[in-house]
């Protein structure tokens, strides 16, 4: 999960003829795709929006947790918004009244992307 380019080889030589074969490697850097979750609230229902910054790889599954606080209570539940591969967004999960806590993402790496679940705020439309 490395983000940087890597490089690598191997040498080998044959001890009585000191011939040489020689190996070399090189792995491209993992994509950061920075998925953002946001939400809006229409008169007491908040709509939850994922969206990517790059087409997704494979089908990533989003889970967070919404929290509710009325009357100084604390209720939470799970969240699970499914961007398709080869997508950007997805707008398919609504509860009432809640806002996001604790995001993250299944896979969280696939192939040459890194998935990062980045949680903003709720607004009113």
Same mark, same amino acid.
């Given at each position: 999960?490395?983000? !940087? %380019? ?10 009585? !003829?000191?011939?040489? =074969? !020689? ?14 979750? %946001?939400? +809006?609230? &229409?008169?007491?229902?908040? =709509? &939850?929006?994922? $969206?990517?910054?790059?087409?997704? !790889? %494979? ?5 967070? $947790? ?6 100084? @209570?604390?209720?939470?539940?799970? =969240?699970?918004?499914? +961007?398709?591969?080869?997508t950007t967004s997805e707008t398919n999960a609504t509860t009432s009244g809640y806002d996001l806590f604790n995001g993250k993402c299944t896979p969280s790496y696939y192939g040459n992307q ?5 949680? @903003? ?5």
């Open positions: 999960m490395n983000t !940087s %380019t890597r490089n690598g080889g191997i040498i080998f030589i044959q001890d009585d !003829s000191s011939k040489i =074969v !020689s190996i070399t490697m090189n792995q491209l850097a993992a994509i950061i795709n920075n998925i953002t979750v %946001t939400g +809006i609230r &229409y008169s007491g229902t908040t =709509v &939850y929006k994922a $969206e990517a910054q790059y087409p997704v !790889s %494979t089908d990533v599954e989003i889970q967070f $947790e919404a929290t509710y606080s009325p009357g100084g @209570g604390n209720d939470r539940h799970t =969240v699970k918004i499914l +961007i398709k591969k080869d890194l998935f990062n679940v980045i949680l @903003g705020d709720i607004v009113a439309p």
